[in-house]
C-alpha cells in the first residue's frame, strides 16, 4: 500500500529520535546520524518501523529533517506521526514515560503510540475483505486520540520543554487536529482511487462502506468518500451530458421531420441503454443506498433520459415518450429532477393516451362475424387497454372450437354495448404472443393431419382410442405449457423488479453484517481468554451489529410475501421446464 510521506520520511524517525525530543536532542541526532553516514555504519533497527520502508540518511536527508524539526507546523506533524516511546516498548506492558513534563501523565503518550501502531497493522493488512475492518478499527482508535484534550496539552508542552524556536502555536495545534484524521486515512483512500482507475468496484465498495461506518467520527468521513468517488461522478455527469448534446443537437424541432427525428431519438436511448445505464450500476455499487453522489448520478441519468422522451415527442412518437418519462420518473426519486420530470410527463400523456387509442387503429369498413354454432364460430376474448374517456377495450377476435379460442385472427378496439354487442372502432395488429399462439396451433394441426395419414397408410397397425381424458396431443401439451411458463416469467421479472431495493440493502446489510459478526466473536474469544478488551467498543460494536440485524428482519418480514411468492413461482419455472423438455424428447 502507499506509505505516506508523514511517516516514511518522517524527521523523527530518520534521526531516530522519540517523539519527545528537544532540540538538543535534535542537533546532537543529526551529528551522530552524520558520522555513522561517513563511517558507511547506519542501518535500519526496529526502532525505525522498518515495515515502512528503508530510511534514506544522506546528508540531503539529515538536513531535510532538521529543516523539518525547526517547522513548527511540519514539527507538530511529525510529532503527532511518530513515537513517544520506544517502539519496541510499545509492544509490552505498559512502562512509565520518565520524559514526560511535570504534571503531564504518560496515558496519552501510550494511548497515542497504541493508535499509532494500529495504524502500521492497518498498512500491513491492505484492503482485502480482511483489511478494511482493521482499518476502520485503527481510524476510531486514531480519532479517539485526536480527540483527547491531553494529547494536545502534552504536545505542546513539549514544545516547550524542548526549547523549540519558534514555538508552535495552540491555533497551529488546531489546525493539525482538524485534519489529523484525514491524514491518517490518506493510504486507504489512494487505494480507493487506485481501484477505481482499475475498475475495481468491490475493493472501492468495501472502502466506502467503511467510510459510511465512520462517519459518527467526524466530517473527514464524508469529505473523504466524495473525494474517492467523485473522479466517478463526474465522468458520468459528463457521458449523461455528452449525450443529450449529442442527439439533442440532431432533432429538428419542425412538424414534419417527424420520420427523420425517428432514427436520433432511436440511435440516442441505444446509447443510454448500452452506456448510461451499465455506468449508473457500476457507480451506486461504490455507495451505500442514499448516497449523496448516487442520488446525483440517479438524477442525471433521468433528466438524460427524460430529455431522450422530449426528442421522441418531435418524432410523433408520444407513447415512446410517456413510457420513458415515466422510467425518468422512477429513476430520480427523492431528487429535485423529479419536479422537472413530472411537468415534462404531464404535458404528454394526453397526447400518449389519443395515440394508443387511435394512433395505431385501421379503419375497418364491417363489423367481423360474432357468431357460434354448436361451439364453432368466431368471438371475442380478453379486454385490455381500457380508455376511460372514450369507454373503449382492446379484445382478440378468435375462431373457437367447443368455445376454446383455436385461431386468434385479429385485435380490435372496440366499445361494448352489451348484450355481446361492440361497435367497432378500428382494427390493430397481433401480438406477438397472438402469432405464437396461431403458429402452434397451425403447427399441431399439421402433426394431427400428418399422423392420421401416416395411421391409416398403416395396414399393419390398428388405431386404439386413447381412454385416458387427461391425454392431449403433444404439441397442444408444449403450448399450454409455454404459455404457462412465459406467464411465470413475467411474473418473475415484475417481482425481480419490485424487489430489486430490498435485495440491494439485504446485500449491503449483509457486507456490514459479516465484518461485525466476526470482531465480536474475535472479541469474545479475547474475552473467554482472559485477554482485556474494551468493553465499551464492544458494547458499540453489539449495538451497530443488533441495529443492522434488526433492520435485516424488518426488510424480510415487510417483504416475506413476495419473497414466497419469488420463491413459488422459480420452483414452478423449474418444474415446467423440466415438463416441458420431457415432452420435446
Known amino acids: 500500500m502507499f506509505v505516506p510521506d508523514n511517516l516514511k520520511t518522517n524527521a523523527y524517525r530518520t534521526l531516530r529520535l522519540s517523539a519527545n525530543a528537544t532540540l538538543s536532542d535534535v542537533h546532537t541526532a543529526a551529528a551522530s546520524m552524520r558520522r555513522a553516514a561517513m563511517l558507511g555504519v547506519s542501518g535500519t533497527t526496529e526502532e525505525d518501523a522498518p515495515e515502512l520502508g528503508e530510511v534514506s540518511r544522506t546528508e540531503a536527508d539529515i538536513r531535510t529533517a532538521v529543516g523539518r524539526l525547526q517547522n513548527p507546523v511540519q514539527r507538530l506533524s511529525d510529532r503527532l506521526f511518530w513515537f513517544h516511546l520506544p517502539k519496541s516498548l510499545n509492544t509490552n506492558e505498559r512502562p512509565r514515560l520518565a520524559e514526560v513534563v511535570q504534571g503531564q501523565s504518560d496515558r496519552a503518550a501510550w494511548g497515542h503510540d497504541q493508535a499509532l501502531l494500529g495504524l502500521l497493522a492497518a498498512l500491513a493488512a491492505g484492503v482485502g475483505d480482511a483489511g478494511v475492518p482493521i482499518w476502520t478499527e485503527a481510524l476510531r482508535a486514531w480519532n479517539g486520540i485526536v480527540c483527547d484534550d491531553d494529547y494536545w496539552a502534552l504536545t505542546l508542552a513539549l514544545e516547550e520543554r524542548g526549547s523549540f524556536e519558534p514555538a508552535a502555536l495552540p491555533s497551529e495545534g488546531d489546525a493539525l487536529r482538524k485534519d489529523a484524521v484525514m491524514l491518517a486515512a490518506a493510504p486507504i483512500v489512494m487505494a480507493a482511487r487506485d481501484a477505481l482507475a482499475r475498475n475495481d468496484t468491490s475493493t472501492v465498495r468495501r472502502i466506502t462502506v467503511a467510510l459510511e461506518d465512520l462517519a459518527d467520527t467526524g466530517p473527514w468521513a464524508l469529505v473523504a468518500r466524495e473525494d474517492v468517488v467523485s473522479p466517478a461522478v463526474e465522468r458520468f455527469h459528463a457521458l449523461c451530458e455528452a449525450v443529450r448534446e449529442e442527439f439533442g443537437s440532431k432533432i429538428v424541432r419542425e412538424p ?230 412465459d406467464s411465470g416469467r413475467s411474473r418473475i421479472t415484475m417481482l425481480e423488479t419490485k424487489l430489486k431495493p430490498a435485495f440491494d440493502e439485504l446485500n449491503i446489510l449483509k457486507t456490514q453484517m459479516e465484518p461485525l459478526a466476526s470482531e465480536l466473536k474475535s472479541l469474545d474469544d479475547k474475552r473467554k481468554a482472559g485477554i482485556y478488551i474494551d468493553i465499551s467498543d464492544y458494547n458499540s460494536k453489539v449495538d451497530r451489529y443488533n441495529s443492522l440485524l434488526s433492520r435485516q428482519r424488518s426488510l424480510i418480514a415487510a417483504n416475506s410475501t413476495d419473497f414466497q411468492t419469488y420463491d413459488d413461482l422459480v420452483k414452478q419455472d423449474s418444474e415446467l421446464v423440466a415438463r416441458y423438455n420431457a415432452i420435446k424428447r
Open 256 to 485: 414534419s421531420a417527424g420520420r427523420d427525428n425517428k432514427s436520433f431519438c432511436d440511435a440516442g436511448l441505444e446509447r443510454f441503454r448500452s452506456e448510461i445505464e451499465p455506468a449508473l450500476r457500476n457507480l451506486v455499487q461504490l455507495v451505500p443506498p442514499g448516497n449523496e453522489a448516487a442520488q446525483r448520478s440517479r438524477e442525471s441519468a433521468a433528466l438524460c433520459l427524460s430529455g431522450i422522451a422530449a426528442d421522441y415527442t418531435w418524432a410523433d412518437d408520444f407513447i415512446t415518450a410517456e413510457k420513458l418519462n415515466e422510467e425518468a420518473l422512477r429513476l430520480a426519486q427523492e431528487t429535485l429532477g423529479a419536479l422537472r420530470i413530472e411537468e415534462g410527463l404531464a404535458q404528454i400523456r394526453e397526447a400518449a393516451r389519443k395515440q394508443r387509442v387511435f394512433g395505431s387503429l385501421k379503419p375497418v369498413s364491417s363489423a367481423p362475424t360474432l357468431s357460434t354454432i354448436n361451439g364453432f364460430g368466431f368471438t371475442l376474448y380478453g379486454k385490455s387497454d381500457f380508455d376511460e374517456e372514450t369507454r373503449s377495450h382492446v379484445a382478440t377476435y378468435y375462431f373457437v372450437g367447443l368455445f376454446i379460442p383455436v385461431f386468434p385472427i385479429a385485435r380490435y378496439r372496440v366499445i361494448d354495448q352489451g348484450g355481446r354487442r361492440y361497435s367497432f372502432l378500428g382494427k390493430l395488429p397481433l401480438r406477438k404472443g397472438d402469432r405464437w399462439h396461431l403458429g402452434i396451433t397451425a403447427a399441431a394441426i399439421v402433426v394431427l393431419l400428418l399422423g392420421g395419414i401416416i395411421s391409416s397408410q398403416n395396414s399393419t397397425s390398428s388405431y386404439v382410442p386413447s381412454t385416458n381424458p387427461a391425454y392431449r396431443p403433444q404439441s397442444s401439451q408444449l403450448s399450454e405449457l409455454k404459455v404457462r411458463i
